[in-house]
Structures are given as C-alpha cells and as structure tokens.
T-cell receptor, first 111, second 113 residues
Framework: DAKTTQPNSMESNEEEPVHLPCNHS???????IHWYRQLPSQGPEYVIH???SNVNNRMASLAIAEDRKSSTLILHRATLRDAAVYYC????????????FGKGTKLSVKP | DTEVTQTPKHLVMGMTNKKSLKCEQH?????MYWYKQKAKKPPELMFV???????INESVPSRFSPECPNSSLLNLHLHALQPEDSALYLC????????????FGSGTRLTVV
C-alpha cells in the first residue's frame, strides 16, 4: 500500500482556517485520497475524498497538488469541536479498497 | 438509521473468560469490519466481511473469532485473551469497495485482567 506522511500534531486558533498537509509521494494513478477524523472517545468519521480535482463539502475542502504527491485538508473556520486526529488515507479505487490508517495528525484548537 | 451500534460500550474480562462483542447496522451495508485500536495509535484492521463472507483476516490470533450471522450483525467472539489485547474495538460498515462511505461505531473498550 502507498504510504502517507502527516505531521504528528498541529495547533490552531478557534475561528481561523486550518491547513492539514499530507505527503504521498508514492501514490498510484488509481489511488483515491481519503480523509477521516476521530474525535475523542468516538470512532473515526468520513470527512472528504478526491482523486485529482479539488473537492468541497460541508465539512471541509481538499486541495490536491497537480502531481498528486501531496494534498491539504482545509477547515475554513476551526471550532473547538474540530479538535481530533485527522487521518489521510490512500485507497485503491476499486472493489479491493479497505481503509488502512496511518498515524494521523492530532489537531488542537485553542479558544 | 445511519448508525453503527456496538455493545457493550465497556467490557472487563478475565483471561479465562469467553465473551462476545456485538455490532449492528441497518443501512443496507454489505461490508463490515473489525478494527483494534490501542491507546494513542491508529485503528488496525482485523477482519473484513463482504456479503456475510469473511474476505480478509489480517493474521489475527485465533483467540479472536468473528461471525457474521446476517447482513446487519457482526460479532467478535473472545476467548483466552491476554492483557495486551486490552484496546478499543471498533466496528464499521460500508458498501463493498466504497472507502468513502465507512460508518464507524463508537467502539467497545475492552480490558483484560
């Protein structure tokens, strides 16, 4: 499986944008980029995913580099409820896909 | 119903006990998963069921025995566990081959004494 590299931890101030980076230099052409997050004492939850183009949804935006070797999850206005571990996961686009988690980034949000 | 329900939420068991963890979903998902998560570590995939058939066993010791009696239920039977098996056990479900649509339960916190 292709690997991802994320910072261990990041800090943000409440109501400011947060950019969470992910490097995946060995990504293959069929790998989708998925982001999940895990709030304290909860199971992971889906945030966003993409293949080549930038993506937006109600939770976040995903910016994918043109060479697809890196991506950035953007939270436009961080709230205290966004404090969580954020996982960037590569997944083969097909029936063989299973979620394999890496170490993730622990995001702290300060009031 | 858009939830995965896991019971019990907490479980303490001795090394000679037999217990079972239960997971239930009513979203019509035909893929179900067990993950194990140790403190401050990412979830590790243990088992994958697809259409009620075991499709992946990630070299999990036989003291963990999964069972999928129907498309809505997933069990994990535990026997002769070790203290190092203490962890959060997470169940998830999805449409098969749809990694963007995993729904996770809140997990069972297992302590082996």
């Amino acid at each position: 499986d292709a690997k991802t590299t994320q910072p261990n931890s990041m800090e943000s101030n409440e109501e400011e944008p947060v950019h969470l980076p992910c490097n995946h230099s060995t990504i293959s052409g069929t790998d989708y980029i998925h982001w999940y997050r895990q709030l304290p004492s909860q199971g992971p939850e889906y945030v966003i995913h993409g293949l080549t183009s930038n993506v937006n949804n109600r939770m976040a935006s995903l910016a994918i580099a043109e060479d697809r070797k890196s991506s950035t999850l953007i939270l436009h206005r961080a709230t205290l409820r966004d404090a969580a571990v954020y996982y960037c996961i590569l997944n083969y686009g097909g029936s063989q896909g299973n979620l394999i988690f890496g170490k993730g980034t622990k995001l702290s949000v300060k009031p | 119903d858009t939830e995965v329900t896991q019971t019990p939420k907490h479980l303490v068991m001795g090394m000679t006990n037999k217990k079972s963890l239960k997971c239930e979903q009513h979203m019509g998902h035909r893929a179900m998963y067990w993950y194990k998560q140790k403190a401050k570590k990412p979830p590790e995939l243990m088992f994958v069921y697809s259409y009620e058939k075991l499709s992946i066993n990630e070299s999990v010791p036989s003291r963990f025995s999964p069972e999928c009696p129907n498309s809505s239920l997933l069990n994990l039977h535990l026997h002769a566990l070790q203290p190092e098996d203490s962890a959060l056990y997470l169940c998830a479900s999805s449409l098969p081959g749809q990694p963007d649509g995993y729904t996770f339960g809140s997990g069972t916190r297992l302590t082996v004494v």
